[in-house]
């Protein structure tokens, strides 16, 4: 699947929300390492939510590999991380139709990029651990 600037721009706010910490072994990671990736919770081939915060986290490679790996056990282990509620308003948000255009990527890219600074600066200005950002379209 291609990666697209506003997965490279969704992708860069969902670390630095996670403040560079796996999610799963809580290992921390130096900003701008290779070593974390962007996890979706649901596959990035749901376009409604392949954007939205709560679709994603950071785990490093050894914790992806599991998570993909093991789908009862990482689907248990994300319903007690995140709440089965949250799991659920994902399902409804991934099964709710909604045309995404090429010129709505770029929208969704440029909104992407604007949070990233605004969770920049506010790193800039001292503010330590997750820093939530806002959903594009919301």
Same mark, same amino acid.
């Given at each position: 699947?291609?990666? *697209?600037?506003?997965?490279?721009?969704? $992708?860069?706010?969902?670390?630095?929300? /996670? /403040?560079?910490?796996?999610?799963?072994?809580?290992?921390?990671?130096?900003?701008? $390492? *290779?070593?974390?990736?962007? $996890?979706?919770?649901? *596959?990035?081939?749901?376009?409604?939510?392949?954007?939205?915060?709560?679709? !994603?986290?950071? &785990?490093?490679?050894?914790?992806?590999?599991?998570? @993909?790996?093991?789908?009862? /056990? *990482?689907?248990?282990? &994300?319903?007690? =991380?995140? @709440?089965?509620? !949250?799991?659920?308003?994902?399902?409804? &948000?991934?099964?709710?139709?909604?045309?995404? $255009? =090429?010129?709505?990527? =770029?929208?969704?890219?440029?909104?992407?990029?604007?949070?990233? =600074?605004?969770?920049?600066?506010?790193?800039?200005? @001292?503010?330590?651990?997750?820093?939530?950002?806002?959903?594009? @379209?919301?």
């Amino acid at each position: 699947m291609r990666i *697209s600037p506003a997965d490279q721009a969704f $992708s860069r706010c969902v670390r630095e929300r /996670d /403040d560079w910490i796996c999610q799963k072994c809580k290992t921390r990671y130096p900003r701008n $390492s *290779s070593g974390l990736h962007c $996890s979706h919770h649901f *596959s990035r081939r749901y376009r409604t939510i392949r954007w939205h915060p709560l679709n !994603a986290m950071v &785990l490093c490679y050894a914790c992806h590999q599991w998570y @993909g790996g093991n789908p009862l /056990d *990482s689907g248990r282990w &994300l319903e007690a =991380k995140i @709440g089965p509620e !949250a799991v659920a308003e994902l399902r409804v &948000l991934r099964d709710t139709p909604r045309k995404i $255009s =090429k010129k709505t990527e =770029k929208e969704i890219a440029a909104h992407y990029r604007r949070e990233l =600074k605004v969770m920049e600066k506010k790193r800039t200005d @001292g503010v330590e651990g997750r820093v939530e950002f806002n959903v594009w @379209g919301e």
